[in-house]
């Protein structure tokens, strides 16, 4: 299902994280974001009931392997569109409060610098 939620300039679209069978641990946060304004914005924050607490990161492909960094903010370009994932800029909830299903949805505050607060859907997958 192609789940999406929008500000006047932005799109989020299919916010998805894996299935968790236990609290404490650490997911992704992935999702589409689609920046339809002449000018560049950057995501600030997420807040999701599910976790205690959540980090920016970008996949560091350096010297040597791949290892992920934390970032104050992800940068959404003008007119473009952003992919969220695993390997590259991504969030990451940590501590989760509670096990998660696949098949049920959570909401999530994303918060960006000049569009603001979007409440998204996140869908929870196998």
């Not at 980090?55 to 940068?75: L, T």
């Amino acid at each position: 299902m192609h789940r999406a939620a929008a500000s006047e300039s932005l799109q989020i679209v299919d916010a998805r994280v894996p299935a968790a069978d236990k609290e404490g641990g650490d997911l992704p946060l992935t999702m589409t974001i689609r920046n339809e304004a002449d000018s560049a914005d950057a995501l600030l924050r997420v807040r999701c009931p599910v976790a205690n607490f959540s980090e920016r990161h970008i996949v560091d492909r350096g010297e040597g392997a791949p290892a992920m960094r934390s970032i104050s903010n992800i940068p959404v370009p003008a007119k473009g569109t952003l992919e969220l994932k695993r390997d590259g800029y991504h969030v990451m909830l940590l501590q989760l409060r509670q096990v998660l299903t696949p098949g049920e949805t959570f909401k999530c505050a994303i918060v960006f610098q000049k569009a603001g607060t979007i409440e998204t859907e996140v869908l929870v997958q196998k």
